[in-house]
């Protein structure tokens, strides 16, 4: 018997879900992804608070995103095995309990301990997004999916700016107390309004675990979503990996408070993300994900422009719609990619969802690397070149084949 076959549901969900499972699925999301790049801003403090080393400091977004890496692969799995809102819930439960010895760590190795734990509870996130999906008929599952990942979207985006913002008026341990604070409110709403979930499965958690190639091999539209979610994440991290650097020099001119203030403006292009599933759902997949990629590209042309331009204002006004347009055409592709590989196997929703996230991930990876590369090499109108390329490669491929785009 093939875990297809042994993996059904034991109950069929609604056709709808309640409003409010959806709106707190974006916010749990959305709350529990700054966890993941909160140490970004707040390396510095923590590691001259710890009189940690630069390779130490390091350390600590690494095991962080690490973390975060193998829970996607070793926990979301356990959707298609274990009942899904007690998973959810303990998995959470695990994320406060290590925000709060983050938040109390008193030396190097009991933080980087606690960050790493933290990362892999974070995949608490992917449990998240499949049930929500489970419970929307499919022809409105793009507009549920796209809610959520707006909540996602934001998340990341304020993360950064949130951070920086709470470790000024308190600390760095501030950050992580008021992060457990605010999963513990989000573990109370969870446990009132997500359903139950119950997979009926004979097969074993190895046997899910060995079933990632199969899936992978067998569901061409898993692998061409996770291809163009990685092209277009790489663009996104390449992006503003590298233009924190490009900001504090003319024609911008930004200082930290700036920076921050700018990250904001990136919020507004989580705006689409409703748009997209909507019209997802209405046979518009295809149009849609060609209209992203081109975005992409015309974004990331317009931001070189921007820095070569001598007006500060003009130059800061023209950088803001490049990178709001950014946005919006990776969080396109993004749910886009999201709503298509949840119409997959239900009976395999989790292992999908774990593989698509983690393979974006792997593109974001490949992006802050290049960012860093181009940077060396040609300074910001190369980053932009390399950013615009990932969006190309997306563009390519919708030329190519039409996989995933119904």
Same mark, same amino acid.
């Given at each position: 018997?093939?875990?297809?076959?042994?993996?059904?549901?034991?109950?069929?969900?609604?056709?709808?879900?309640?409003?409010?499972?959806?709106?707190?699925?974006?916010?749990?999301?959305?709350?529990?992804?700054?966890?993941?790049?909160?140490?970004?801003?707040?390396?510095?403090?923590?590691?001259?608070?710890?009189?940690?080393?630069?390779?130490?400091?390091?350390?600590?977004?690494?095991?962080?995103?690490?973390?975060?890496?193998?829970?996607?692969?070793?926990?979301?799995?356990?959707?298609?095995?274990?009942?899904?809102?007690?998973?959810?819930?303990?998995?959470?439960?695990?994320?406060?309990?290590?925000?709060?010895?983050?938040?109390?760590?008193?030396?190097?190795?009991?933080?980087?301990?606690?960050?790493?734990?933290?990362?892999?509870?974070?995949?608490?996130?992917?449990?998240?997004?499949?049930?929500?999906?489970?419970?929307?008929?499919?022809?409105?599952?793009?507009?549920?999916?796209?809610?959520?990942?707006?909540?996602?979207?934001?998340?990341?985006?304020?993360?950064?700016?949130?951070?920086?913002?709470?470790?000024?008026?308190?600390?760095?341990?501030?950050?992580?107390?008021?992060?457990?604070?605010?999963?513990?409110?989000?573990?109370?709403?969870?446990?009132?309004?997500?359903?139950?979930?119950?997979?009926?499965?004979?097969?074993?958690?190895?046997? =899910?675990? %060995?079933?990632?190639?199969? &899936? *992978? $091999?067998? @569901?061409?539209?898993? +692998?061409?979503?996770?291809?163009?979610? !990685? #092209?277009?994440?790489?663009?996104?991290?390449?992006?503003?990996?590298?233009?924190?650097?490009?900001?504090?020099?003319?024609?911008?001119?930004?200082?930290?408070?700036?920076?921050?203030?700018?990250?904001?403006?990136?919020?507004?292009?989580?705006?689409?993300?409703?748009?997209?599933?909507?019209?997802?759902?209405?046979?518009?997949?295809?149009?849609?994900?060609?209209?992203?990629?081109?975005?992409?590209?015309?974004?990331?042309?317009?931001?070189?422009?921007?820095?070569?331009?001598?007006?500060?204002?003009?130059?800061?006004?023209?950088?803001?719609?490049?990178?709001?347009?950014?946005?919006?055409?990776?969080?396109?592709?993004?749910? =886009?990619? %999201?709503?298509?590989?949840? &119409? *997959? $196997?239900? @009976?395999?929703?989790? +292992?999908?969802?774990?593989?698509?996230? !983690? #393979?974006?991930?792997?593109?974001?990876?490949?992006?802050?690397?290049?960012?860093?590369?181009?940077?060396?090499?040609?300074?910001?109108?190369?980053?932009?070149?390399?950013?615009?390329?990932?969006?190309?490669?997306?563009?390519?491929?919708?030329?190519?084949?039409?996989?995933?785009?119904?």
């Amino acid at each position: 018997m093939t875990i297809s076959e042994a993996s059904k549901l034991s109950a069929t969900p609604p056709a709808t879900t309640a409003r409010p499972v959806i709106w707190i699925g974006a916010i749990s999301t959305g709350v529990i992804v700054t966890n993941l790049f909160a140490p970004q801003i707040l390396v510095g403090l923590i590691s001259r608070s710890l009189d940690m080393t630069a390779w130490q400091a390091g350390l600590i977004s690494t095991l962080t995103l690490l973390g975060y890496a193998l829970g996607l692969l070793l926990l979301v799995p356990l959707v298609d095995l274990v009942e899904n809102k007690r998973l959810i819930l303990r998995t959470l439960a695990c994320a406060i309990l290590a925000a709060v010895a983050t938040a109390l760590a008193p030396t190097t190795l009991l933080l980087l301990v606690a960050t790493f734990i933290l990362g892999a509870c974070c995949a608490a996130i992917q449990m998240v997004v499949p049930l929500v999906a489970s419970m929307v008929a499919p022809e409105r599952r793009g507009q549920a999916i796209g809610e959520v990942m707006s909540g996602l979207m934001i998340g990341i985006l304020l993360s950064r700016p949130a951070a920086s913002l709470i470790a000024d008026a308190w600390s760095w341990r501030g950050y992580y107390v008021v992060s457990a604070i605010l999963m513990t409110l989000l573990a109370g709403a969870l446990a009132r309004y997500l359903p139950t979930l119950r997979p009926a499965t004979t097969v074993s958690y190895g046997a =899910l675990l %060995r079933s990632f190639p199969r &899936l *992978l $091999r067998e @569901e061409p539209v898993l +692998r061409v979503r996770a291809w163009t979610a !990685a #092209l277009v994440m790489a663009s996104f991290t390449a992006f503003w990996a590298a233009v924190a650097l490009r900001l504090p020099d003319a024609p911008f001119a930004l200082d930290a408070r700036g920076i921050a203030l700018f990250a904001l403006i990136g919020v507004a292009g989580a705006a689409a993300t409703p748009l997209a599933g909507r019209w997802g759902d209405r046979g518009l997949a295809r149009p849609m994900l060609i209209g992203s990629h081109l975005l992409i590209i015309g974004s990331l042309a317009l931001c070189a422009w921007a820095g070569v331009i001598e007006s500060r204002i003009a130059a800061l006004l023209v950088l803001s719609a490049g990178t709001i347009l950014l946005d919006v055409g990776i969080t396109t592709d993004q749910t =886009l990619g %999201r709503r298509a590989v949840n &119409l *997959l $196997r239900p @009976e395999a929703r989790g +292992r999908i969802n774990g593989l698509f996230v !983690a #393979l974006f991930f792997v593109g974001g990876a490949v992006g802050a690397a290049s960012a860093s590369i181009a940077w060396n090499f040609g300074g910001w109108t190369m980053v932009c070149v390399v950013a615009a390329a990932f969006g190309v490669l997306g563009f390519v491929t919708d030329i190519a084949t039409t996989t995933g785009t119904s």
